[in-house]
Each structure stands twice: as structure tokens, then as C-alpha cells.
Antibody, heavy 118, light 107 residues
Framework: EVQLLESGGGLVQPGGSLTLSCAASGFTFSDYGMSWVRQSPGKGLEWVSTVNGGGGSKFYAESVQGRFTISRDNSKNTLSLQMNSLGAEDTAIYYC???????????WGQGTLVTVSS | DIQMTQSPSSLSASIGDRVTITCRASQGVRGYLAWYQQKPGKVPELLIFEASTLRSGVPSRFSGSGSGTDYTLTISSLQPEDVATYYCQKYNSPPWTFGQGTKVEIK
């Protein structure tokens, strides 16, 4: 059974930083891309970032390019998202998602809430 | 970037009704189109990928079709458990954009 467990969310001040983690199990982690998708309160889904299975190819939404860094540790089955220069617009539930070969999202974690506020 | 536009933004239908949601891309996405269901307070779930392939376990009343720029999600007979917001997502190339969502309610 595929399981994705996010952690690291919380309250952070504008301009601050936060690192999210996603612990994966139930599949061969290194065989799959992994992504972050976020959802602001009461809003729709927004793709944030994707890394391929080997970690060598990374993709970012324009809204986070240069501020967020996605990474993975295949030895620990862990996905991370380093978020810098956070603003109110980054307030959202952040979901970790197992990403199929053609980049759709078959499995999602339960999400972790990031709130950017002073 | 390719924009994804869903219509309608919301709809209200009766139990047993046929419901159709449309997703239009600003450029062709070559069938690389997925549909997700998000029930209130829950995590999104994949329903359909490659425009028309039903994920295992998804009820057969759900179906997808389309090509090029225009895609549809159809619920052949609306059930109470189908109350949710539905999103399309294109994945032919980055960015992997979602539509704005269609909220489905029971009349």
C-alpha cells in the first residue's frame, strides 16, 4: 500500500523559510517522480514542483521558481521542499504526490498546512 | 503556458442525472489529461488519466473523453457520494496546470 506522510508545516513569518518533508512507503521510491501540489484555503489545486526518480531533473511553477527547492533522498525514501522568502500567497495545504511517468498524480498524502503570517 | 478552463464552475443536479464537465486547453495537450475528485475536506483523488482511462476502483458511471484542446468528464447517473469538486490537469509538458475546478452539488 502506497503511503505518503508529509510533515514540517506550521506558522512562519513573511520572509521566512520552512522545509517540508514527505516520507514515502509501499513502492520503489527511486522509480517514480515525486511532486508537491498546494491548495490555498478555499481555492483550487496548484502544481508547485516535481523531481524525477533519480533526482536529476527538477521542475518548478513560475510562482515559486527561485524561492523553493525540491530534493529527494532515495536512500531514505524522503522528498523535501525547501521554501524561502515566504509570502502570504504561499499559505496553503501542501500535498506530496507520487508522480506517474507522464506526470499525473496517482497517490496523494494527507497534506501539511503552511501559514505565512505575522 | 497552456491555460486550462473548466465549465461550469459549479452545478447542481438531481440524483440520477447525467452530469458533464468540460475542460478546455488553450493549446492541444495530446490526450495527456487527468481528472481528479476532491470531496469536501478530503484529499484529491485521481479518477481518470490519458483523457479516458478509468483508474482501477473508480465506479463505471464516471467516464472521460476528448482530444486536442477539448475534454469532458461525464457522470452517467449522479449519486450522493459524487458531491465534490472536480479538477482537470494537463500533463503533456510543464507546467502541469490544473483547471480551476467544478463544484458538483445535489439539487
Amino acid at each position: 500500500e502506497v503511503q505518503l506522510l508529509e510533515s514540517g508545516g506550521g506558522l512562519v513569518q513573511p520572509g521566512g523559510s520552512l522545509t517540508l518533508s514527505c516520507a514515502a512507503s509501499g513502492f520503489t521510491f527511486s522509480d517514480y517522480g515525486m511532486s508537491w501540489v498546494r491548495q490555498s484555503p478555499g481555492k483550487g489545486l496548484e502544481w508547485v514542483s516535481t523531481v524525477n526518480g533519480g533526482g536529476g531533473s527538477k521542475f518548478y511553477a513560475e510562482s515559486v521558481q527561485g524561492r523553493f527547492t525540491i530534493s529527494r533522498d532515495n536512500s531514505k525514501n524522503t522528498l523535501s521542499l525547501q521554501m524561502n522568502s515566504l509570502g502570504a500567497e504561499d499559505t496553503a495545504i501542501y500535498y506530496c504526490a507520487k508522480t506517474e511517468a507522464h506526470y499525473y498524480f496517482r497517490y496523494w498524502g494527507q497534506g501539511t498546512l503552511v501559514t505565512v503570517s505575522s | 503556458d497552456i491555460q486550462m478552463t473548466q465549465s461550469p464552475s459549479s452545478l447542481s443536479a438531481s440524483i440520477g442525472d447525467r452530469v458533464t464537465i468540460t475542460c478546455r486547453a488553450s493549446q492541444g495537450v495530446r490526450g495527456y489529461l487527468a481528472w481528479y475528485q476532491q470531496k469536501p475536506g478530503k484529499v484529491p483523488e485521481l479518477l481518470i488519466f490519458e483523457a479516458s482511462t478509468l483508474r482501477s476502483g473508480v465506479p463505471s458511471r464516471f467516464s472521460g473523453s476528448g482530444s486536442g484542446t477539448d475534454y469532458t468528464l461525464t457522470i452517467s447517473s449522479l449519486q450522493p457520494e459524487d458531491v465534490a469538486t472536480y479538477y482537470c490537469q494537463k500533463y503533456n509538458s510543464p507546467p502541469w496546470t490544473f483547471g480551476q475546478g467544478t463544484k458538483v452539488e445535489i439539487k
